[in-house]
C-alpha cells in the first residue's frame, strides 16, 4: 500500500495567516493526489485534484502544488470557515489511501 | 447534481453482519461507486468499489469479509461486511469516484451513518 503522511498534525492560526499542510507519498504517485476539507459531523468535501486543479466552486485562496512523492496544500488568508481537518488522497493504485488528516484549528 | 444518502442500522451485534445501502439519485454507470468509512475521531478508510460491468476492487484489510454491489433498476449501491468488531465502529460514507487526465478523486459524499458494533 501506499502510505500517506500528512504534516503537521495540527496547526493553530488566525484569521488572515497563510497556512501550509504537506503530504508525503511513501512512493511516487505523479499528481494523482486529491485533498479535501472535513468540518466536524460533515462529510468530506473536494477541494483540490490532480495535486493542482481547484474544484469548481472552491475559493480561490486554496492552491495545492507538487508531483512525485511531495505535496502542500496552502490557504493563502484563513477564513472563519476554513476551521475543519484537511486529508490528502492517492488514487494511484488501489487500495486507495489517505493521509493521517491536519486540524486547523483557531489560535 | 447527484446525491447520496446512506442508511443502515445503527447498532450490529458482534459477530454480525453490518448491511447498509446508498440511494443515489443518478446511478451512472460510468462511474465508479465507492464505500468510504471513519472510525470515531480518526481518519478515513477506502473500503471498496465497483463499477458497471460489476467489477469490484475491495481493500485487501477488509476484502474476506466484504461485499459491495449496485441494484441499477433501484438506484441503491450497498455493502454487507461480515463478521464484524467493535473495530468496524465507524461512521460509512458513500461516494462517486470521477476521474480524468490527473487522476481520481471522490465526489460528491453522502453525508455519512453511524454504525456502532457493540452487544
Excluded at chain 1, 23 to 49: E, F, N, T
Excluded at chain 2, 76 to 104: E, H, I, K, P, W
Aim: hydrophobic fraction near 30%.
Amino acid at each position: 500500500d501506499i502510505e500517506m503522511t500528512q504534516s503537521p498534525s495540527s496547526v493553530s492560526a488566525s484569521v488572515g495567516d497563510r497556512v501550509t499542510i504537506t503530504c508525503q507519498a511513501s512512493q511516487g504517485i505523479s499528481s494523482w493526489l486529491a485533498w479535501y476539507q472535513q468540518r466536524p459531523g460533515k462529510a468530506p468535501k473536494l477541494l483540490i485534484y490532480g495535486a493542482s486543479n481547484l474544484h469548481s466552486g472552491v475559493p480561490s485562496r486554496f492552491s495545492g502544488s507538487g508531483s512525485g512523492t511531495d505535496f502542500t496544500l496552502t490557504i493563502s488568508s484563513l477564513q472563519p470557515e476554513d476551521f475543519a481537518t484537511y486529508y490528502c488522497q492517492q488514487a494511484k493504485s488501489f487500495p486507495v489511501t489517505f493521509g493521517g488528516g491536519t486540524k486547523v484549528e483557531i489560535k | 447534481q447527484v446525491q447520496l444518502q446512506e442508511s443502515g442500522p445503527g447498532l450490529v451485534r458482534p459477530s454480525g453482519t453490518l448491511s447498509l445501502v446508498c440511494d443515489v439519485s443518478k446511478l451512472s454507470s460510468t462511474y465508479y461507486w465507492v464505500w468510504i468509512r471513519q472510525p470515531p475521531g480518526k481518519g478515513l478508510e477506502w473500503i471498496g468499489c465497483i463499477y458497471q460491468s460489476g467489477d469490484t476492487y475491495y481493500n485487501p484489510s477488509l476484502e474476506s469479509r466484504l461485499m459491495i454491489s449496485v441494484d441499477r433498476a433501484k438506484n441503491l449501491l450497498s455493502m454487507q461486511l461480515n463478521s464484524v468488531t467493535a473495530a468496524d465502529t465507524a461512521v460509512y460514507f458513500c461516494t462517486r469516484r470521477d476521474s480524468g487526465a490527473y487522476g481520481d478523486w471522490f465526489d460528491p459524499w453522502g453525508q455519512g451513518t453511524l454504525v456502532t458494533v457493540s452487544s
